[in-house]
């Protein structure tokens, strides 16, 4: 039988959603919100899209009219009472209430800002200005909506079979290296691919699969409404933006020094837990390390993100000595550029040594290489990021120069002032 | 939105059939009905199952009460009044009125005779006595019903993403066997493989993908509810058990000797065109060759079943030039154990030389083999044949004594009757 309604509904789309909740964001956003809710909700940042990959023409490929719908859909959407009611019922590590009736009262009554949008070079330049609280909301959607855009437009004229093979073998592909997992003891794994997603519904099929191929290895999602809607945990803790705003709004070179230490002072005060989890290589993983004050060692782990992987977790693991801390009871994250052989690698090489989880994005969420002619469907290294705040340029250094941001003198600014020498630099795959 | 009633309509199925038409059945079953309803409806024949693939014990993994009530299932089917219509109206071979009024009558007041079930080593031991006419129908549902059963046996228990997998997996495996026939020109082939398929939907999928991925190189389809449904072309011939039953019931060696070209007469007499084409393994391949009447060169084609592919091809050929004909204006069609390597091989061997065509079966629609653990998926050996016609014994020699069938005394005198020599066994994959 044919569901009439679902049929009509369904061919009376003017489009076809790609973000449809305010909650199909990552969870850290929503922490990273609340903390900025509270702490500095007026300054003004300036996001942007940045695709690493230049050599994929975005502009050629994602339809501007297309783009503009599916973000002024963004525009229309509030959170609804049943999405308000789980941020207010749930337990999100282990803890109720995490987010203040204050600012989810603040969210209830949130609505995305506008966009600018231009065409340059065959990359779109799409900016958000406005307060950080605001603009922050965008990353998550507007990286989701170009990424499925392009696969829309790839996947777009393929029979209807053909598609049904494509994600078979997509499928298939994302069931072996679950099948790999199955094989690690003490396995903790979570997805983090909400970003560079393939697509919406999935996503929403990987985390799906995962849960049902690893049971309670896998920790649970970062995207909330897939979180929400299969009763899995929402997972995440913060990112860079806090470190990169913190600096640029800092006025002097001592400020400067000190700003990465004031996001874990902040933080510190509105969260505790596994929420403490310091992100040390928006400035170099090893000054951050050297410099940082003895209660940043009590913490209760570290994620090892721009630096190679095994290197970052022995520093850490010495760090951790050296302040007198016992690394077996340390939680280390790792989340960068992860596929199912590092993953193995990182899982064995630290086993028994200190208490490791996994961040798993895009190659969870969107690894179709190879699937379609010359790669149309390979992932690309996109990110959306703070440019300025308050009018102040925004700077990123990270362990790998290739993931460096911000203007070239700020750049060497930042350089000397965290003393921070000679980096190698090492491809982003993804 | 859920479909509330096919949900409920669904829960409340007492069973979920595997054959629910008549018309779920091979089309050549169809054409040896009219003409045995036409020339021996009174012949009682008897039919039954025979596993090659013995080490698969279908008794200990098939529950007897489920095969009960799936071949019940079958006892209470008719001739729908569209089925009926389809049967009158379509074309079959580019011909109308393919089936005479007094047949499709007598198919639409048809009802499936009753069957005996008994278990013996591990095997079923399923048998049907009765009018050939009835008899003939029961071949392919019960094979069809043991296949999946089996099928269900094993998946039963499987989580729902590890099933989807187990299908993305066999998915993408049928359309790389597709892409690879892409290549091939002036390709030709059908689906033989409802008898040994995985399941109905399966069949049902394999069909479709056909239909996209090669389109009109897909010649249709063995099944004749999936060429109804699907409005793909309805394809077959005839089958051993033509010449095994007019063999049976020779009275002397004589009309033992010719009884495989009186098939072809009254054959020739029921149907022409495309429908002519001479299966000549039955007793012996050269034989039947060397010993027919010129009348028999002059039909469209051969089916090389047994023998091996390559040289049954040659002996074709040869046997045309030598009878005055020319190969290139005849048909060949391959039948047996095809896989992709061996239609890539086939196809270019007698490319420019003959016609040719390929009836494609168990690999096509039942190729799990590896996917799950102890090939437990594996396609098995399985056929249902006549055992003896109005009491006498029925035999097949084939030209691979791996597949022979009958009393071993009979067996003697058939050979000594056809002149077959020593033949050299082949292992029967499928």
Redesign the interface.
């Known amino acids: ?3 009439i ?2 049929r009509v ?1 369904n061919h009376n789309w003017k489009i076809d959603p790609i973000v449809r909740s305010v909650l199909d964001t990552d969870f850290y956003k929503l922490l990273m919100a609340q903390t900025i809710f509270r702490r500095m909700r007026d300054v003004r940042v300036t996001f942007g899209i940045h695709n690493r990959t230049r050599e994929v023409r975005l502009a050629d490929i994602v339809d501007e009219g297309e783009l503009r719908e599916q973000l002024d859909h963004v525009r229309s959407l509030r959170l609804t009472r049943g999405e308000s009611t789980w941020l207010r019922g749930n337990t999100f590590y282990g803890k109720r209430q995490m987010f203040s009736p204050e600012f989810i009262a603040w969210l209830e009554g949130f609505r995305f800002p506008d966009y600018h949008l231009e065409k340059r070079d065959g990359q779109y330049v799409l900016t958000f200005e406005g307060p950080w609280i605001e603009t922050t909301m965008w990353e998550i959607p507007a990286l989701a909506i170009l990424n499925e855009l392009r696969s829309r437009g790839v996947t777009k004229g393929m ?4 598609l ?2 494509l ?3 997509a ?2 592909r994302v ?1 072996e290296k679950i099948e790999v997992l199955r094989g690690l003891d003490n396995l903790s794994i979570a997805d983090f691919g909400t970003r560079r997603r393939h697509g919406f519904l999935w996503q929403d099929w990987c985390v ?2 995962m849960m ?2 690893i049971g309670s290895s896998f920790l649970g999602t970062s995207n909330c409404l897939i979180a929400l809607r299969r009763e899995a945990e929402a997972v995440g803790t913060n990112a860079h933006e806090l470190p990169m705003v913190y600096a640029a709004l800092a006025d002097t070179d001592a400020q400067l020094d000190i700003a990465p230490y004031r996001v874990l002072e902040d933080w510190q005060e509105d969260y505790e837990g596994n929420l403490r989890v310091i992100l040390p290589d928006t400035y170099g993983t090893t000054g951050f390390l050297a410099h940082a004050p003895d209660w940043v060692a009590g913490w209760t782990g570290i994620r090892v993100d721009s630096k190679d992987p095994i290197e970052g977790g022995e520093e850490a693991i010495q760090w951790w000595r050296a302040r007198g801390q016992d690394p077996k009871e340390k939680l280390a994250i790792f989340s960068d550029g992860l596929d199912i052989d590092r993953i193995v690698h990182i899982h064995r090489h630290f086993s028994g040594r200190m208490r490791i989880g996994f961040g798993w994005g895009t190659l969870l969420t969107n690894d179709f290489r190879g699937l379609v002619a010359g790669g149309a469907l390979d992932p690309i290294s996109i990110v959306c990021k703070v440019i300025s705040a308050d009018g102040r340029p925004a700077v990123k250094l990270s362990d790998n120069p290739t993931k460096a941001m911000g203007p070239s003198e700020e750049v060497e600014r930042y350089k000397r002032v965290f003393g921070v020498g000679r980096q190698a630099a090492v491809p982003v795959v993804v």
Not at 159 to 162: L, M, T
């Open positions: 039988m044919v569901d309604a679902t509904y029979g209807k079979f053909e049904q093979v994600y078979a073998r499928m298939t069931w799906q699969a049902e191929g």
